[in-house]
C-alpha cells in the first residue's frame, strides 16, 4: 500500500536541495539561510555555547563569515545567550551532583568565559557539602556488604570525579564508610 501524506527525512525521501550541496557551493545568502536553519536546530534540542555552535557550522562547511553573521543575528534576538546557556547548565550540574569547580572547568571547556562560568557555578559552600554528602550517601546505599576500606576509597573517587575538593572527598568518604559498618576495629582514620 503506497504510504500518503508528507515524507521524513530517513525513510528513504533522499536529501532536500540544501542538503545535497555543500555549503560552499551555496551563494552567500543561501548559506546564511542554511547556517541559520541548522544553529536553529541545534538550539531545539538545548541551549548551546557560541563556541559549540560555532563548531558545528564549522564542521558542516559554513563560511567564517557567515557563521559570524548567523552568530551575531542569534545573539541580537537573544536565541543564543552564553549567560543563559551558563546558568542552566550548572542547574542541571549540581542536579547530577557535580561540584563548582568541576561545573566551572565545564563550562570553560564549552567556551564559556572564565566571568560567566564563575558566576553560574558560584555555589554556598555547606550546600555543597550537604549535596556531596547526600551523593556519597545514597551510592553507599547501594553498596551492600562492601568492607568499610572499599566503600571509603569508592565514596572517594566518586566524589573526587565530581569535582569535589580533596578535604571534603576524605571527609564525607570518612562519615559514610564510618556509618556502613559499626565494626570498632575498624580504624576510621584512614586517608
Keep these: ?32 539561510v542554511a547556517a541559520r536553519e541548522a544553529a536553529l536546530r541545534l ?3 538545548r541551549e548551546r555555547s557560541a563556541v559549540e ?11 567564517p563569515e557567515v557563521i559570524v553573521s548567523v552568530l551575531d543575528r542569534l545573539q541580537e534576538t537573544e536565541l543564543q545567550d552564553d549567560g543563559r546557556f551558563a546558568t542552566q ?9 557535580m561540584a563548582g569547580r568541576r561545573i566551572q572547568a565545564e563550562l570553560r571547556a564549552r567556551g564559556v568565559s ?16 550537604a549535596r556531596a554528602r547526600e551523593l ?3 551510592r553507599a546505599s547501594r553498596m551492600g556488604d562492601l568492607p568499610p576500606e572499599a566503600v571509603l576509597r569508592r565514596i ?28 570498632p576495629a575498624v580504624p576510621w582514620d584512614l586517608p
Design 89 to 97: 547548565f550548572a542547574q542541571a550540574a549540581t542536579g547530577r551532583g
Design 53 to 63: 555552535i560555532r563548531s558545528r557550522l564549522r564542521q558542516k562547511g559554513f563560511d
Design 136 to 138: 556519597a550517601g545514597r
Design 156 to 183: 572517594t573517587g566518586l566524589l573526587a570525579r565530581k569535582g569535589y575538593d580533596p578535604e571534603t572527598c576524605r571527609i564525607v568518604a570518612s562519615e559514610v564508610a564510618r556509618s556502613s559498618s559499626l565494626d
Design 1 to 32: 500500500m503506497p504510504r500518503r501524506g508528507k515524507r521524513k527525512p530517513g525513510d528513504g525521501a533522499g536529501p532536500s536541495k540544501r542538503e545535497a550541496s555543500a555549503p560552499s557551493t551555496l551563494s552567500r545568502e543561501e548559506q546564511l
Design 43 to 45: 538550539l531545539t534540542v
Design 114 to 129: 572564565r566571568d560567566l562560568a564563575a558566576e553560574a557555578s558560584v555555589e554556598d559552600p555547606d550546600e555543597e557539602l
